[in-house]
């Protein structure tokens, strides 16, 4: 059982930029990949990106590759998504999520657990 508090979200100016934090409880939270959905008004839940358990290796929707940078402090149980150049595109509600894979995955139906949910709103 892991439990995510997804934080960090808020209002910006296209151009601008936010950090978002996952916190985790759990002892095994190493073990897990993490990765971050978003979902706008009347749109599918679509991937962000994702890291694996080590850090090693980590994946990027091509809307936001070059733009956003995943990691994760495992001493902190936190993972955290780094969003410049924000676009009014990205414009939605921001989920962290777990999955007991070794791997990245980008498919939500791959992830065990989920966070509350952060929002993120960007101005033209």
């Known amino acids: 059982q892991v439990q995510l508090v997804g934080s960090g979200g808020g209002r910006v100016q296209a151009g601008g930029s936010l950090r978002l934090s996952c916190a985790a409880s759990?002892?095994?939270?190493?073990?897990?990949?993490m990765g971050w959905f978003r979902q706008a008004p009347g749109k599918e839940r679509e991937f962000v990106a994702a890291?694996?358990?080590?850090?090693?290796?980590?994946t990027y929707a091509d809307s936001v590759k070059g733009r956003f940078t995943i990691s994760r402090d495992n001493a902190k149980n936190t993972v955290y998504l780094q969003m410049n150049s924000l676009k009014p595109e990205d414009t939605a509600v921001y989920l962290c999520?777990?999955?007991?894979?070794?791997?990245?995955?980008?498919?939500?139906?791959?992830?065990?657990?989920w966070g509350q949910g952060t929002q993120v709103t960007v101005s033209s």
């Open positions: 999520a777990a999955t007991s894979t070794i791997v990245v995955v980008t498919t939500p139906d791959k992830y065990d657990y």
């Open positions: 759990g002892r095994t939270f190493s073990t897990y990949a």
């Open positions: 890291i694996s358990w080590s850090g090693g290796s980590t």
